[in-house]
């Protein structure tokens, strides 16, 4: 059954098109630094938001019907999601799809059961992939829905939830690996705290990286050969997250020796809530060598809660697109892990924010490539770091200088010169020159 039948197949009309349906800047053969836009932009499909997500908050019910004309937590339900989103990809040009064990199929009784779920939907989505050449981006387990998971999944007190959340994380990598998936997330999920009073911090934090080590090693035996991720979220929903932001992340899996298999998935909106910009976590995750992936979203500074609105902010996405370029590209790619606002209800809108999204980031793309060319500001910085290339700057770089021997400088400085202006407004209107300039 075709479910968007009265929708068209989106396609490229260049930036004077009015028709809602089609992309202004999202040119997937148009080269761009050596590559096309398709291969820069690896766009994915979120199961949860677009398939799943019907708009329920926490004063109302959902407002946008999900069930693709099937009895909802039914596997006829969860066939007609795979139907709906394998459509959508194929009309929206989108190749890639991130999924949670559980918004493949509803949740059984047992274990046992929801496995079999699983595997039965397994063979219909791997037929789908088949017929439309559609591919995993990465996949993930939900540990934080189900009751049982209310203290953590890793960081449970509980060791049967540990088990229980193993299990789960087991069979979703043997999913990830079954459709050739990239990546595997560890979302923080509920891996957190509300209260010391009640919390061993050290005991939950070693445990979550046990079940990552298990993950691995298990991973790996089952010739996983793609990434893991940890994507930091400070809070939402714990007051208190473990994977905080990048640098807390890159700490944690430095410290339990997991750095080698790990790079994170850098959410926009996860960084407002980090009190970060999104490219100050993109280049932190960059210069560490653990840039990933990306849920490509944006949030909203106004409010203080995990948003997912489809990303439309231009300096965001040029300034992400910068960080990505500047690193070589992602191993991973750009999962629109975004929904509708609630009152855009139909299916006309999830086009839309598709739409929204692709063009946001190709424009972005298109702005970023254009920075690079400009120049300007990369010889800025090089030419403001310029004094630790030679005499006292190269020597402390190499390592040789002593403390003595640098204090012995500064005092036959007398006094040292201005270290020069940062000239921030003049690259801010760089920026605006390359984003608006004709
Ligand atoms: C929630 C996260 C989640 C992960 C996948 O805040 O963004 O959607 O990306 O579990
Ligand atoms: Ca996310
Ligand atoms: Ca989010």
């Given at each position: 059954m075709e479910h968007f039948k009265h929708l068209p197949k989106v396609s490229y009309e260049g930036v004077k098109t009015r028709n809602p349906y089609a992309f202004r800047y999202y040119d997937?053969?148009?080269?761009i630094l050596g590559k096309t836009m398709k291969e820069h932009l690896p766009f994915a499909m979120a199961w949860w938001h677009n398939l799943g997500a019907g708009g329920r908050d926490m004063f109302?019910?959902?407002?946008?019907?999900?069930?693709?004309?099937?009895?909802?937590?039914?596997?006829?339900?969860?066939?007609?999601?795979?139907?709906?989103?394998?459509?959508?990809?194929?009309?929206?040009?989108?190749?890639?799809?991130?999924?949670?064990?559980?918004?493949?199929v509803p949740e059984a009784e047992t274990l046992a059961e929801t496995n079999d779920r699983l595997d039965e939907i397994a063979e219909y989505i791997e037929l789908k992939m088949k017929e439309t050449g559609k591919k995993c981006l990465w996949g993930t387990a939900n540990l934080f829905n189900?009751?049982?998971?209310?203290?953590?999944?890793?960081?449970?007190?509980?060791?049967?939830?540990?088990?229980?959340?193993?299990?789960?994380?087991?069979?979703?990598?043997?999913?990830t690996v079954r459709f050739g998936g990239r990546g595997y997330v560890f979302w923080g999920g509920r891996e957190g705290y509300e209260t010391l009073l009640n919390t061993d911090m050290k005991l939950e934090l070693d445990?979550?990286?046990?079940?990552?080590?298990?993950?691995?090693?298990?991973?790996?035996?089952?010739g996983f050969t793609g990434d893991f991720y940890i994507e930091p979220k400070p809070k939402e929903p714990m007051k208190h997250q473990y994977d905080f932001d990048a640098a807390t992340a890159i700490g944690f899996l430095r410290a339990h020796k997991l750095d080698k298999d790990f790079k994170l998935n850098i959410e926009a909106n996860h960084a407002t809530l980090a009190g970060h910009t999104f490219n100050h976590e993109l280049r932190v995750s960059a210069i560490n060598g653990m840039l990933g992936s990306i849920d490509a979203n944006q949030g909203d500074t106004l409010l203080g809660w995990d948003t997912d609105e489809f990303p439309f902010d231009i300096y965001e996405t040029t300034l992400c697109l910068y960080e990505v370029l500047k690193a070589g590209g992602l191993t991973g790619g750009f999962n629109f892990d975004a929904k509708n606002r609630r009152p855009s209800n139909t299916p006309e809108d999830m086009f839309e924010g598709y739409i929204l999204g692709?063009?946001?980031?190709?424009?972005?793309?298109?702005?970023?490539?254009?920075?690079?060319?400009?120049?300007r500001i990369e010889n800025f910085i090089k030419e403001r770091y310029s004094g630790?290339?030679?005499?006292?700057?190269?020597?402390?770089?190499?390592?040789n200088a002593t403390l003595k021997a640098i204090s012995d400088y500064a005092v036959s400085l007398g006094t040292p010169k201005d270290p020069g202006s940062g000239r921030q407004e003049?690259?801010?209107r760089v920026l605006n020159d390359v984003l608006f300039g004709g």
């Open positions: 997937e053969n148009r080269m109302g019910d959902e407002t946008a019907d999900k069930s693709f004309g099937a009895l909802k937590k039914t596997m006829d339900g969860a066939k007609a999601k795979a139907d709906a989103g394998f459509e959508f990809m194929e009309k929206l040009g989108v190749d890639y799809f991130c999924f949670h064990d559980l918004d493949l189900n009751p049982r998971f209310m203290n953590g999944a890793g960081s449970s007190n509980c060791p049967d939830i540990f088990c229980f959340a193993a299990a789960q994380i087991k069979k979703a990598l043997d999913l445990n979550i990286a046990i079940l990552m080590k298990l993950a691995v090693d298990y991973g790996r035996s089952i692709m063009d946001s980031f190709a424009l972005g793309l298109l702005k970023a490539s254009q920075l690079i060319e400009d120049g630790w290339t030679s005499g006292i700057g190269a020597e402390i770089r190499s390592g003049h690259l801010e």
